[in-house]
Every structure is written in C-alpha cells, then in structure tokens.
C-alpha cells in the first residue's frame, strides 16, 4: 500500500503498511499527569499531550497498541522544542515501549515534526507505550508513529493532514450525522446563554465546546471573573457568571459546577463537550453543517440544522462559512473613534493588527517547606530580572506581528517563558523559601481576534452617544476599556505587560443587528467575535454584556425558527415581537 | 413629629445659606487677596478655565518668554467641598504644548491644607503631583458622589483593571485626608482643558515648537510634533525621520513606520540607513518595515 500526495505539483509516495501504526497522544488511555491541549489544532495540526507540570516531572502517560506482525520497527514521536536556544530544552521526555525506555531525548528538535527515537523489535499482540516527563516544563507530544520503513511521516502540515487520513483510514466526511434546531458552537458564557434561551423556547439545541467544562474564559480553566450587568437577561445569566473574586481565584471552580448544573438541568440542551468544530460548509451563503472532532478520541459527528451561533470567540464558523470578518485596529478615520486624550493608543491614524492580547493568569502560595524552584534560563531571555508571584489580567502579551489566532501557540508559550521567569527571580528572593506555584493556566484568555461583521458594525460612538436603537437587546454600564501593552510607553518595561485605558460612559445599548451575519444567511454570533470596531469591542467584550448576546441570539432563533424566518427577516417583520419576548425574559413563565 | 421636621429643615437651610454666604467672602477675599499676581512678562492670554460650578473664572496664559521652552500656565483657584466643609485652594498649574499637566506651584501663604486643616506634607505635595500627571487615573472615571461611600465601606480588593474603579484605586490615587482637593484639582487640570491648549498649539504652530516637542521624553509628544507634517516631509526629512528613530521609543517608531510613504524608503541609500539601525528596533516596527525592505 502506498500513500500519494500531490505537493507543489510533485508526486510524493510514501509506503504504507498495515503494520504502520499510528498513535495519536492524545487517545491514550491512561494520561497520567499530561493534559489534552486542543488549542491549535488548525496551526500544528492536531490536539496534543502536554507535561504541564509547573516544574516538576508529571506523571506517566500510558497506552497500549496492537502490532499486527512481529518485526524490526523504526519509532518518531511528533514533538518541539519550545523555546529553542542556546540552553536545554526545557521540555524534554522520554518514550518507553514495553520494557525498554529510548535514551533518546524527545521534544528537543525545533518546530513541529517528527523526531526519530529509535529502533524495537515488536512482537505481535499487544504493546505498552508510556510518555516519560522529564522536566515539568511542557513538554508535548502530537504522536508517535511505528514503521518497518526508515522513512519518516511527512511534516508539512497540508501534507501531513492528508497523510494522516489516509494512515487512520478516516473517511471522507463524519459518519454519523445529528440534527438540531440550533447549533451553537463555544460553551463559554455567550454560548451557554444561547443555548439555554433557545432550549427554554424548545428548541432542541445543540451545545458544542472543546474543553471538558463551560464556561470559557470564566472557567477553572482560565479563571477570569465575569463582568458587566444582566441587563434583560439576570434570570439566565445568574446561572452561569461568577462571583467578582479576584482573577485566578480556585472559586472559579465551584462556578463550574453551578454552571454545568444548571445547564444539565434542560433535556432538550444537547452537550458535546470535548468535542472541537472544524469546518462549516456553506451552500448559498447558508451553513449547511458544522463538523466537530472529539478533542481526545478523535471520532467525528456532523450536526445540521437551519440556524448556527458561533460563540467560538475565534469566530471559526464564520471563518469556514465565509463570513466578512474584521481583525486588528481599524485606522481612527474609519468609524470616528478618536480619544484626544489617548491619542494613538486609542485608535491609530493608520490602521494595524495591535489588537488587545492574550493573558495566561497563575498563581503561587506559602508552603509549610521550603522548595526549590528549578532554573529557567529560557524564560530570563523574556523576563530578564523581573520578579512576580502572581499573574493578574495585565499579564497580557500582543504585538502588531502576532497573530492572536495563528500565533496563538507562540503566544501561549511567550506567557509560560514569562511567568517561570518572574516566578523564578521572586524565589530567590530572601524569604521566599516557601513559595511555590499553584496553578498556571494553559489556555490562552483571548480579549480579541476575529470579529464577524454584521448588519450593523458596533462602534466607540454607539457607546459614548449612549445611542438607542429600536433593536437595543444588550445593555451594559461598564466603561469603554481598551488596552496596550506597557513597553511601548517605556521601552524598559517587560513586552508582556498591558495597561487599560478607561472611557467613562452612561448606559448604552447593542442592536441585535451587530448578532448576525450581513453575508451568511442563518449565522448568529454571541461574544467577542460579534460585529464590532476594535474600540467597539472595548466595552461590550466582558463576559455578562456576551452573556447578554447569547441569551438575545437564542430568543430570536426561537422565532426564527417559529416563522421559518432568517435572522435578519426577524429585524425586518416581527421586532416587536422579538422585542416583547426579550422584555420577557425574567418572568418566572419563561423558568420551565 | 412634622414640625420638628420641618423645624430641622429650616434650621438645614439657615445653615447652609450661612456657609454659602462665608464661602462668597472668602472667595471674595481670594479674589482680591495679594497672592493674585497677574503675570506680567511674555504671556498670552489663551483661554479662560472655569473652575468648579463657574465660583472662579482662572485665565491661562501662553509663555513665550524662552523660546526653547514654551508652557501654559494658571493661578488656579478653585471650591473644594467636601459633605459639611468648602475651602478654596489656590495653585499656579503648568501645562505643556500638548495640554498636558507639568507640574504645579504653591504661593506664598496659601498652602494646600487637608479635611482636618492640616497643611500638606511634603509627601502629600508628591503624591498629588504623581496623581494630576497621570491621566489615566482612576479619579478620571468616577464622578464625585461615586467617592465617599466605596472608599468607607467597601472592603478593598486586589486591583482589577478590568472591572474599573475598585476601592483600593482611587484611596491609592488621592492624597491621603484630601479626597475631594485632589479629585477636584485632577478633573480642572485634566479635563477639557487639555484639548484647548492642544488647538491653541496647533493653530500657532512653529518650529521652535516642533523642536521642543522633539527633545521631550514623552513619545506622544514627538507624535503630536509628526502629526503636523505633510506625507511628502517623511520624505524630504529622512535624516530627521532617521534620527528620531534612532533615540525613539517603541511607539514612535511603530507610529512612524505606519507613516513611511514606500518612496521615503527607496533609495539605497535610505534603505542601508534603516538596515544600520535595524538590531536597535522593536518588532512592532519592523514589522511594518520589513515589508518595505522585501519589496526592495
């Protein structure tokens, strides 16, 4: 059996064999202490298993594999370095196969390919496989790869993707296929709103989410708490925000489960958690599908139906649907968002992709013994002798040649460098002795990225205008802030800091035309990636006014589906209606 | 019970028409006091600056006694009140070419006092210049009735940006016992002040100013003197782009980038100078340059 990939024109053949086995990281049964990043799948290629261990080695990861006939085999595992550079690599592991460990080092080559550990007679049946944490620093591994043939899987990504539909046999499309009235897609705090406004209208809804709990930024998993007011939507909402504990706050995890239960409580509210989208498929400008993978086993589903919310943040499906989409600061001319105060650092005369950056929020404590911090002279490269024992919402990291999507992996890493860093120069520190981490965050809390463009692009001068609009289905209080990281002020100062810049405003409002797409036909959209100005985004982004979107987007899909009508069609012939149903929210007839 | 409460309400108001009627006679005597020293020497009468409620009418001059040195400037008094007291302060403010809060002077026998009547320390005197410099100071987003009640009964909570305001902010940013002097004072020489003198600037714009501007630290003050040029200037002043760029901050070079027409940078001869200089830049603005380089 061979595998023919068409490349830049030239046919490349790769031999395969039924004794070729691929096993990807993340399937493994047992993950012992490494964790399932899903978070760039569309840049490298795949989930992965990550050694997030806060510098110390975490525990073993272990599967087991058939061999279908006994023989020599040649063995990659997919992995980088992630901070290459004149030190070792800070995320180094181990393959063992049944009893034997490799002595290769594995995570020490640069980018993302295959390393080649080394050879091992195989015999048939069953075989161990165990991923050895060295460090506690990140190490991370895609996949391994077993083949009687010395020659390596490809590693461009185009290439690879095909490749590796061809080795686990995938078929073309999702063999199952689902249905629902509503597919809404990112179980953060827009996309929980929807889904639950929707179902208590009956629809049957679809709730896909990439992580194992809801929430999103205001999850235990990024632990930012939630903002802004209820505005006609306090019943709803008070079942998914949090407490205003501090950033980073280990409450975040009794809000999950507040979270979860409430959003268990309605049987017509179907939960893919784990499950990630990648592809929307658009006939006519109407999404016809939205594909997901399952994040760890790597099955697929395909879920129809008439009406799509992207609550992804990212704003994925409208990516994939062909949706118009803005990123990056738009020039001051462009909607008339000038703050003479502020100058450039609130909107630029010229335009550019500064956008507002990502955070990583950590925590460190006082034990009852002393520790040793291990040494990170990769991370002092980034900090240099900045010193820290924990990580608010300024640790935030943006440049105008980062993109906070396609860079989001560099991102991520840049604020682990940046924070091992800072925690190491604290703990040498006189009387710091008994300091040690508590918890890093993994995953990216984006503030911006992709932001789908609607009937009605949402501006600075909406919110400073307090304007009213016959649509007004949000209404939020909070000021207008935007960010920018600090050393462009002063050069001295660590490039992943951020400041806020603060605008006062009275009340203002968002029409639900900026909850749609002006160009794919049944497409809503709830949360940071709604039809908005960068500064636009300024005010609305925290997660009570998204909150406010998704719960709107899910009572105008009610009666989008009532009148078998499109989003827009509901703003033209029945917004008094629509209008009424939003008014109606907290009314205990609406609490089924 | 009614005409004992009606009786407190009279009294309320005989005692708040007597503290109005002794807040006129020392404005009054504030007015007219010695301390009021009209400027004399190279100063332009720019704008008139109403200080809280209209009580004061302060005008603000233009200095042009230095031509390497050029300010605004204002006796400012001001009301300050606070739930039961008012007071009058009195402070020569300084504002540069873009508006911009300098610094401020005290005069002779009109110290700034707190609630309690206690003059300020010199400390006192340093947090409330830190304070009026900073313009993105939290007192900006509060208005006065949003002061008292936080910072007495809220308890204090780690800063959090993203919420605004907390508690903590503002007690951080007003001078401890001057709440309401340092709130006031933040709001007259940071309010809409600052976009006058920045217009008055710009409609007598010069190049002595430019080359003040120039000179400061501040990166947004270097911007403000490049928003005055013409596209074709970035061409014309290459050296000057060059050597702005060499001793420029991050944002400086990141806003010239954007500003480079391509001709600025066509010759060979520009193209080598910016690759001289290239290890010195910051990403942003290589970013944007970089481009430029690769079309070459």
């Given amino acids: ?592 | 019970m009614i005409l004992i409460t009606i009786h407190k309400g009279v009294i309320r108001k005989i005692v708040w028409l007597f503290w109005l009627f002794c807040l006129l006679l020392f404005c009054a005597f504030q007015v007219f006091s010695p301390g009021d020293s009209y400027p004399s020497h190279d100063l332009d009468s720019v704008t008139v600056l109403p200080a809280k409620d209209s009580v004061f009418f302060n005008t603000v001059y233009f200095n042009t006694g230095d031509p390497d040195s050029f300010y605004y400037e204002s006796t400012v008094r001001s009301p300050v009140c606070n739930d039961t007291l008012c007071q009058v302060v009195l402070l020569k403010v300084f504002w540069d070419l873009r508006g911009n809060y300098i610094r401020f002077d005290t005069l002779i026998n009109h110290p700034l006092t707190k609630n309690d009547h206690k003059p300020f320390t010199s400390s006192d005197y340093r947090k409330l210049h830190l304070t009026l410099r900073d313009q993105n100071s939290v007192l900006g987003r509060k208005k006065e009735d949003e002061l008292i009640d936080k910072v007495q009964t809220r308890y204090s909570e780690k800063i959090d940006a993203v919420t605004g305001a907390t508690d903590l902010q503002i007690k951080n940013a007003v001078v401890e016992g001057a709440l309401y002097s340092t709130y006031t004072l933040w709001h007259l020489v940071n309010g809409g002040i600052g976009k006058r003198l920045k217009g008055y600037t710009s409609a007598n714009y010069n190049l002595d100013m430019e080359k003040q501007l120039m000179r400061s630290d501040d990166p947004l003050a270097i911007i403000f003197a490049l928003k005055q040029w013409a596209v074709k200037d970035y061409t014309d002043r290459f050296p000057d782009v060059l050597k702005i760029m060499k001793n420029g901050s991050p944002m400086v070079n990141f806003y010239i980038a954007k500003k480079l027409p391509p001709e600025s940078l066509a010759s060979a001869n520009h193209q080598k100078a910016i690759q001289d200089i290239w290890s010195s830049l910051d990403p942003n603005t290589k970013s944007i340059l970089v481009k430029y380089l690769l079309e070459e």
């Fill in chain 1, 1 to 592: 059996m061979v595998c023919v990939l068409i490349i830049g024109g030239w046919i490349q053949i790769i031999p395969l064999q039924a004794q070729d086995i691929l096993i990807e990281a993340e399937s493994f049964k047992f993950r012992g202490g490494w964790l399932v990043d899903p978070q760039f799948i569309e840049q490298m290629g795949s989930s992965y298993l990550l050694a997030h261990g806060l510098g110390q080695p975490v525990e073993d990861a272990r599967t087991s594999f058939t061999v279908h006939k006994n023989g020599k085999y040649h063995v990659w595992a997919r992995t980088k370095n992630w901070v290459p550079g004149p030190w070792e690599a800070p995320g180094k592991f181990k393959l063992g196969v049944n009893e034997l460990v490799f002595e290769t080092l594995l995570g020490t080559i640069e980018d993302w390919n295959w390393q080649y550990v080394g050879e091992i007679k195989l015999k048939k049946g069953s075989n161990q496989l165990i991923l050895k944490d060295l460090t506690g620093f990140d190490a991370r591994c895609d996949a391994i790869f077993f083949s009687q043939y010395n020659t390596p899987p490809p590693g461009e990504l185009s290439t690879l993707k095909r490749w590796r539909s061809t080795v686990l046999q995938l078929p073309e499309d999702p063999d199952e296929h689902l249905y629902f009235d509503l597919i809404v897609t990112g179980g953060g705090i827009a996309g929980c709103a929807a889904a639950i406004a929707a179902a208590e209208q009956g629809l049957q809804v679809a709730l896909i989410h990439d992580r194992p709990v809801l929430g999103g930024n205001a999850s235990s998993e990024i632990r930012v708490h939630t903002l802004g007011i209820y505005g006609h939507f306090e019943r709803i909402l008070r079942m998914l925000d949090t407490e205003h504990y501090p950033n980073g706050d280990p409450r975040a995890k009794q809000e999950d489960e507040k979270r979860m239960a409430n959003i268990r409580r309605y049987n017509n509210i179907h939960l893919f958690l784990n499950w990630r989208a990648y592809n929307a498929f658009t006939e006519k400008n109407i999404i016809q599908y939205v594909d997901a993978q399952h994040t760890s086993t790597g099955e697929r589903l395909r879920f129809s139906g008439p009406y799509f919310v992207d609550c992804t943040g990212d704003g994925w499906i409208g990516y994939w649907a062909g949706a118009e989409y803005s990123y990056g600061r738009e020039s001051v001319d462009t909607y008339g968002e000038s703050w003479e105060q502020h100058g450039e650092l609130w909107s630029p005369e010229e335009p550019d992709q500064f956008v507002m950056g990502s955070s990583l929020l950590w925590r460190s404590y006082q034990t009852e013994f002393s520790s040793i911090f291990p040494e990170v002279p990769w991370a002092l490269e980034v900090t240099g002798d900045f010193a820290a024992a924990n990580g608010e919402w300024q640790w935030e990291f943006s440049r105008n040649d980062l993109h906070q999507i396609d860079d989001g992996e560099f991102i991520r890493d840049h604020m682990l460098k940046a924070i091992y860093g800072s925690f190491y120069n604290e703990k040498q520190k006189p009387g710091n002795e008994n300091l040690a981490l508590e918890w890093v965050s993994y995953l990216l809390g984006k503030r911006e990225s992709r932001r789908l463009v609607g009937d009605h692009v949402y501006t600075f001068n909406d919110m400073r205008n307090n304007v009213k609009f016959p649509d007004s289905v949000v209404v939020e209080k909070r000021e207008v802030d935007v960010h920018f990281q600090q050393n462009l002020l002063n050069s001295s100062q660590p490039d992943f800091l951020s400041e806020a810049l603060f605008y006062q405003v009275d009340t203002y409002y968002i029409p639900y035309r900026s909850l749609y797409s002006k160009n794919v036909t049944n497409l809503f959209m709830a949360g940071r990636c709604f039809s908005c100005s960068h500064v636009g985004l300024g005010g609305p982004r925290v997660m009570r006014t998204t909150g406010q979107m998704g719960a709107a987007v899910g009572y105008a899909a009610s009666l989008c589906k009532k009148y078998s009508i499109t989003p827009r069609e509901l703003y033209q012939n029945y917004l008094q209606e629509y209008m009424q149903l939003i008014m109606s929210s907290n009314d205990p007839d609406n609490n089924p």
